[in-house]
């Protein structure tokens, strides 16, 4: 069975601090995509981004930035010189990679409180 | 740009009423996702169609919940009768074979249902 733990429940940070978002999953399968997404109070979860089993090379995109780590099954994710708008809830998400569709296994997620 | 709907925003209903969803994938998606999400945790699994056909509902309470893509394209999640635990955000999403892979799952901002 598939699981993901993230174990802060909510991160509170003032503006322009950097912010760690910890995901810690559990997987039998040797190949699988994991993910980040952002959940603003409107509702809707927005793709962040979509990794790889295989492919542990860190990303950097604008202020965001993840560290995929195989061995200690991690996906963690940082928001550097946070901002207001950075304020929602973040979700860590696994699936399988297969034909099948991407079914998620989400994270219970994390709130992130970005104060001015 | 193209984006998954879904209606109503909000939905209330009194105990023991009968009450149902509605979701228009993003055109061309074969894939279509319901997810239940209570609040404060992230979001469960209840059906995936592939096309017109249930991949998996191993997740949908099968004795008051049902759901439909009848044409493989829009879809209705139905409660009948809806309980007091029912009350969560029901969220759609949509995803398409591109590549030779699975496209992320783009989300609906989702239905807020409260049973009172």
């Known amino acids: 069975a598939q699981k993901v733990t993230q174990a802060q429940t909510e991160i509170s940070v003032v503006e322009k601090e950097d912010v760690t978002l910890d995901c810690v999953y559990e997987?039998?399968?040797?190949?699988?995509?994991l993910f980040w997404y952002k959940q603003p109070p409107s509702g809707e979860l927005v793709f962040l981004i979509r990794?790889?089993?295989?492919?542990?090379q860190n990303e950097i995109s604008g202020r965001y930035s993840w560290n995929f780590q195989k061995s200690t099954s991690s996906f963690n994710f940082t928001i550097t010189a946070s901002q207001v708008v950075d304020s929602a809830v973040y979700f860590c998400?696994?699936?399988?990679?297969?034909?099948?569709?991407?079914?998620?296994?989400f994270g219970g997620g994390t709130r992130v409180l970005v104060k001015p | 740009e193209a984006e998954v709907a879904q209606s109503p925003r909000y939905k209330i209903t009194e105990k023991s009423q009968a009450v149902a969803f509605w979701c228009d994938p993003i055109?061309?998606?074969?894939?279509l996702y319901w997810y239940r999400q209570i609040l404060g945790q992230g979001p469960e699994l209840l059906v995936q169609?592939?096309?017109?056909?249930?991949?998996?509902d191993s997740q949908l309470p099968k004795d008051r919940f049902s759901a439909e893509r009848l044409k493989g394209v829009d879809s209705t999640l139905k409660i009948q009768p809806a309980e007091l635990g029912d009350s969560a955000m029901y969220l759609c999403?949509?995803?398409?074979?591109?590549?030779?892979?699975?496209?992320?799952?783009?989300f609906g901002q989702g239905t807020r249902l409260t049973v009172v």
């Open positions: 999403a949509s995803s398409s074979w591109t590549g030779g892979r699975n496209t992320e799952a783009f």
């Open positions: 997987t039998r399968d040797t190949t699988y995509y």
């Open positions: 990794r790889n089993s295989f492919d542990e």
């Open positions: 998400a696994l699936s399988e990679a297969g034909a099948a569709g991407n079914k998620l296994t």
């Open positions: 055109s061309g998606h074969a894939t």
């Open positions: 169609f592939q096309d017109e056909s249930v991949v998996d």
